[in-house]
């Protein structure tokens, strides 16, 4: 298995370096973002350790980089900063994990080995379908490059129908997971926001399925 470290903290990189390839790991270093992004970009890696905070480019904006550019490779994020929004924003980017200093080598090991597992499947971070792009991150939505402005609740169901395009979702399973299950919720909601958003999107987009619910159109 061949890694990349991004890290700028000499003595944390070499440390690492030191513990991967004693786990049997082959280990490339690079001390920048700039560094960082061309030998993700040009190496064959299975993951790859990545610091936040680098110089000339952050660790944020490489794996958005990377994932724009419609490459996998599994990223666990390395961070002295802890708080929720900032794992967050890590996440959002597209990292696979997030690890915040100073941190467990064992648990960094554990999650390294949970990352290699699960491979790298396509997961990106911009969901698309057709015209329609939407940006969990920003929480934007566009048509042909237009902004769309939405609701949280159109928002919401256009999300949960874009992660599946083409398949028909029963009113039902939209209920179940755009709506909150402990809120007495009206039968026909999802019939009144399917036309709102309709109205927005276009009606041709978001086809009625008799009997069974509704598909995204692709």
Known sequence: MRLLVVEDETRLAAALRRGLS??????DVAATGPDGLDAARHGEYDAM???????????YEVVRRLRAE???LPVLMLSAKDGEYDQADGLDCGADDYLTKPFSYVVLLAR????LRRG???????????DLRLDPARRRVTRADTE???????YALLDYLMRRPGEVVSKTELLD???DASVDTAPNAVEVYVGY???KIGRERLETVRGAGYRLAT
């Open 177 to 179: 997971h755009v709506w």
């Open 197 to 199: 958003l309709r109205r």
């Open 112 to 115: 390294l080995r949970a990352l």
């Open 22 to 27: 004693a786990e049997g790991f082959v280990v």
């Open 70 to 72: 419609q490459r996998w």
């Open 120 to 130: 790298a499947p396509r997961r990106p971070t911009v969901l698309t379908v057709g």
């Open 148 to 154: 769309v402005v939405l609701t949280s609740r159109e």
């Open 49 to 59: 350790i990545l610091d936040v905070m680098l110089p000339g480019l952050s660790g």
